[in-house]
């Protein structure tokens, strides 16, 4: 009973708008999240999933549809799961850093683990996936079975490929990016709008226009030479 209340509750305060919506979100959510700094501002119809496993730091603005899920995977699927030398967290755990702007309908899935830097924005419509299916088993090669992509078939016919996703400290994520599970941010690189990433082969203080496009290079040293100049 007490659930269903609880869930009614945070069915109604979900789309209260201004200031008030927000504080009451506020005072709910940090409760019930596994860790919620101070200056957290959680906009109408955002929906966390499993929020004991959701760490958010101090001044850190989640903006109007924002999904964010956590939690370790349910059980009785075959799975790859990978390491990703990055990530110093929890299985299952989204961690959100200090003075990061979540933008509108960004989902963010932590299942296989997420960890987001400090000063960073991920922009409006990215998907960040730590977790995802695939058609065959890549941990067993005679396995010549067929796996549907579809998480309401019989676990038995699907395989997840799982591996956490960083996006280190200020990075810059576009419109519509879609990072699968073992991609890597490193510190202050940007990514263009609609950048598909899957590796962690980019290199730090870089733009990139695609997974294979370097646009710019080296933008800390331009900005220090500019500081000289001036």
């Known amino acids: 009973m007490l659930r269903l209340l609880s869930g009614l509750f945070e069915a109604m305060i979900r789309n209260i708008s201004g200031g008030a919506g927000r504080r009451l979100r506020y005072w709910y959510y940090r409760k019930k999240l596994g860790g919620c700094g101070n200056q957290v501002f959680i906009d109408v119809n955002v929906t966390f999933l499993n929020p004991g496993s959701i760490f958010i730091g101090d001044k850190v603005w989640i903006d109007n549809g924002a999904i964010l899920m ?6 009785g699927r075959k799975s790859d799961i990978r390491t990703n030398q ?8 989204l961690h959100i850093g200090s003075e990061v702007h979540i933008g509108p309908q960004v989902i963010l899935q932590g299942h296989g683990g997420i960890s987001v830097g400090n000063k960073l924005t991920i922009a ?3 998907k960040v996936y730590s977790l995802s299916h695939h058609y065959k088993n890549t941990t067993d090669k005679p396995d010549s079975k067929y796996y ?8 038995d ?7 956490p996703v960083v996006i280190k ?3 810059g ?3 519509n990016c879609v990072l699968l599970p073992g991609a890597v941010v490193p510190r202050f690189t940007w990514l263009g709008t609609g950048v598909v990433l899957k590796n962690e082969n980019l290199e730090e203080f870089s733009i990139y226009q695609n997974e294979q ?3 710019r290079k080296g933008i800390k040293n331009e900005n220090e030479d500019a500081e000289k100049i001036d």
């Not at 956590?70 to 059980?75: D, I, L």
């Not at 549907?148 to 676990?155: D, K």
């Not at 016919?157 to 591996?163: D, G």
């Open 86 to 93: 990055h990530y110093e967290y929890g299985r299952g755990e």
């Open 173 to 175: 994520i576009g419109l």
């Open 70 to 75: 956590a939690g370790k995977p349910g059980n």
């Open 157 to 163: 016919e699907q395989f997840l490929i799982e591996c």
């Open 124 to 126: 409006g419509g990215t």
């Open 148 to 155: 549907f992509f579809g998480s309401m078939v019989s676990p």
């Open 169 to 171: 400290d200020g990075a």
């Open 213 to 215: 496009t370097l646009l």
